[in-house]
Structure formats: structure tokens, C-alpha cells
């Protein structure tokens, strides 16, 4: 069931109090990384799975906070050990949640938030069929493209494997349980909120 705008969650209270796994997915450049931080620092108590990658880190990208940065190697290796949860290839990179401390964070009854692509998104769902999923749709594809040029990170080249991903992953935004339009960044926060905790 796809509900576009959370009003009917207003009163419930999705996330909290027992452990759940709750997917945040959307194309690169939508805001997901911007909407979670406001998110961390307004719920502190909530765990953020921080995933492994092959990509290199961005300016003021911290290794252990935003990712754990490894070789391709050392991600081979974390996948036939089978570390990580799921994981994927996207634009040229592997990504993957560790297994181990969202196991943890999920038995001892805390929310632990995922953002992670569709495919990632997919087998976390047969996983966890009980998965709270939600997806972030950018107001628009040109507006997508400006974000993804601002951030003023990746190369033509990039970019644009990435926007071929967004339009393959905005076909796929009825399989999750909410979306959510980061047009304005404090209205789809308020959204993210209510879907989470209800309205307070
Ligand atoms: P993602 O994590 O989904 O790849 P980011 O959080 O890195 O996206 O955001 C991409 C760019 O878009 C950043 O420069 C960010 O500041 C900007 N951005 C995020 N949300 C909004 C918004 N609601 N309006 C305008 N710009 C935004
Ligand atoms: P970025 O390079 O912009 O940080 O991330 C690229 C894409 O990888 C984003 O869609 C992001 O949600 C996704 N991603 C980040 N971590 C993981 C992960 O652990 N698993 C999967 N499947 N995707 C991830």
C-alpha cells in the first residue's frame, strides 16, 4: 500500500517504541543524506546504519561517520564473510550495510534507519518483510540535476549514470509504504517525522 502523503500516520506511531528497520530510498542528489542528518540531530536516540563503500570519500566525508571507506577488495572479502547485510553496485561502486551492529541495534528493540538504493532496499524487504519503507521523490528531474550539479561532487560522467538511476528507481516508488516530495526541506522533514512518530 502506497500512501502519498502521511496524513493518515498522523495519529499512529510507526517507528517507536519496539526495534524496526525503516528503508529511506530516493535517487541520488533527492536530499536523503540532508533530510537524515536533521533527522539525527533532532533524535539522537535513533540508530543510523553507516554503510560500507568502494566510492572515495567526499569533502568532509568522514570515514566511520558518513562510511566506512574500503577497498574493493576488502568489500569482496566482507561479502563472502557474509558482514553485510545486503549490498549493491551503484554508479561504478559498491555499497553494503554491516550486518552485525543493525542485528544488534534491532534485538535490543532500537530503530535503525537504512539509505540505501532499490536493490538494496529489495532484499532488505524480503529480509524484513515488517520494514517500514519509505521514498524521498525529488520535485522534479530537472530539479533532481541541479542538486546532483550543486553538491559539486562527481563528474559529468557520474551525474549522469546517476540520473539514469533515479528514473529507473522513481518507476519503482510504489512498491514502498510512504512518499515523501523533498520539496522544501522543512516540510518533508515535518513528513519524515509524522510517519515516524506520528504527530506531536
Ligand atoms: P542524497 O543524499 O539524496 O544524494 P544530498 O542530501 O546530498 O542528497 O542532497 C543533494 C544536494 O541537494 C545537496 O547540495 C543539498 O544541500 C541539496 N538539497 C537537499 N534538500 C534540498 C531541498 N529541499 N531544496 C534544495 N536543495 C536541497
Ligand atoms: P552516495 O554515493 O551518493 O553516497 O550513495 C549512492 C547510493 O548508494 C545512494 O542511493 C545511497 O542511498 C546508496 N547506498 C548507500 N549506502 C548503501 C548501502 O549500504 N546499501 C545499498 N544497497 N545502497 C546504499
Known amino acids: 500500500m502506497t500512501q502519498l502523503l502521511p496524513t493518515d500516520a498522523a495519529t499512529t506511531n510507526e517507528c517507536l517504541p519496539s526495534g524496526r528497520l ?33 566510492r572515495s570519500p567526499r569533502q568532509n566525508e568522514i570515514h566511520g561517520k558518513d562510511y566506512y571507506f574500503v577497498s574493493r577488495s576488502d568489500f569482496e572479502r566482507m561479502i563472502a564473510s557474509s558482514e553485510l547485510l545486503e549490498w549493491a553496485e551503484f554508479a561504478g561502486n559498491y555499497y553494503g550495510t554491516p550486518r552485525e551492529s543493525v542485528e544488534k541495534q534491532i534485538s535490543q528493540g532500537k530503530c535503525v534507519l537504512l539509505e540505501i538504493e532499490l536493490q538494496g532496499a529489495r532484499k532488505i524487504y524480503n529480509i524484513f518483510p515488517q520494514a517500514l519503507r519509505i521514498f524521498i521523490q ?41 512518499q515523501i516530495t523533498n520539496d522544501n526541506i522543512e516540510a518533508a522533514l515535518k513528513q519524515l517525522e509524522v510517519i515516524l512518530f506520528g504527530s506531536r
Open 22 to 54: 525503516i528503508v529511506l530510498t530516493g535517487p541520488s542528489g533527492v536530499g536523503k543524506g540532508t533530510l537524515l542528518r536533521r533527522l539525527h540531530q533532532r533524535y539522537p536516540d535513533l540508530y543510523f546504519s553507516i554503510s560500507v563503500t568502494t
Open 138 to 178: 525529488p520535485p522534479s528531474l530537472k530539479e533532481l540535476e541541479q542538486r546532483l550539479r550543486g553538491r559539486g561532487q562527481e563528474s559529468e560522467e557520474v551525474i549522469a549514470r546517476r540520473l539514469c538511476r533515479a528514473k529507473e528507481e522513481i518507476k519503482a516508488a510504489n512498491e514502498f509504504d510512504f
